[in-house]
């Protein structure tokens, strides 16, 4: 109960009402392990970082919608350029601390994470996450309601084509740790653009208030995708009952390069 009034002493200092929902958006840049963890080789993890910039159509949307929109994190990188009053970089916040780093990402009405350790505080405590950008593919979170995710996608550099799943399990990327292993093997990771970004939060926001649809067609693509998956040698490692989703508007409009054999 004190923890409790702590924390909502807080979203009243920075303007929050008892009845606003806020988001937490969860974003992995280099600045965090950099600093704290400068012996790990934060310039081999590049390929799971995201530019900061491509969120901000989204974090429009929910700020339109009447959400607040808290960006979470100890350290960033750089700012998040947003200027409206239910927008709250706390990242940048001078007087954050590992409360309010646990107690606002675990009160949250849902997260928009980009696949990153500070999300699993959201995952403990249940509430819904939208995972974007996510890498690599294999690890997507399945075990979880109400957890949605779209995916990086990767290139042959030689060529400019997309990698199907079947090659990305022929080739085992999701076993990639190191940007050098893309490297070696000529590879190059495509990140998820605004416009996939956002597409994704406005059905998952329609899928949490039970508004949203699932086509036949995509639930037959996403059999197809576990279906093929389960080809990958560590699929029992990371999957069992399938309860998480992958986005519908991505599925589909990513199901031609996806599904090659």
Request: proline fraction near 3%.
């Amino acid at each position: 109960e004190l923890e409790n009034k702590k924390g909502y002493e807080f979203l009243s200092k920075i303007g929050l009402s008892n009845n606003d929902k806020y988001v937490c958006l969860v974003l992995r840049d280099k600045a965090y392990k950099t600093k704290y963890f400068p012996l790990l080789p934060e310039e081999e993890t590049t390929h799971r970082n995201s530019d900061v910039d491509n969120y901000i159509p989204s974090v429009n949307y929910l700020l339109e919608k009447g959400y607040w929109v808290l960006r979470m994190g100890k350290l960033a990188e750089k700012p998040l350029k947003v200027n409206h009053n239910k927008f709250f970089d706390y990242a940048f916040y001078d007087e954050k601390d590992d409360f309010l780093d646990i107690w606002l990402n675990a009160n949250c009405f849902f997260s928009l994470s980009s696949g990153t350790g500070l999300d699993e505080v959201q995952k403990t405590f249940r509430k819904p996450v939208l995972t974007v950008n996510f890498n690599p593919t294999g690890l997507i979170i399945t075990g979880l309601k109400d957890v949605m995710s779209i995916f990086k996608k990767i290139m042959y550099k030689k060529n400019g084509k997309l990698l199907s799943l079947d090659q990305m399990i022929a080739l085992n990327t999701f076993s990639y740790t190191l940007d050098s292993q893309y490297k070696n093997a000529d590879l190059k990771i495509i990140e998820n653009t605004p416009k996939e970004i956002n597409t994704s939060l406005i059905e998952f926001e329609s899928r949490l208030k039970g508004e949203w649809t699932e086509s036949s067609l995509y639930k037959d693509l996403h059999q197809l995708f576990f279906d093929k998956l389960k080809q990958w040698g560590k699929y029992d490692r990371y999957h069992g009952q399938i309860h998480g989703k992958i986005s519908e508007t991505f599925l589909l409009n990513n199901k031609d390069w996806l599904f090659e054999n």
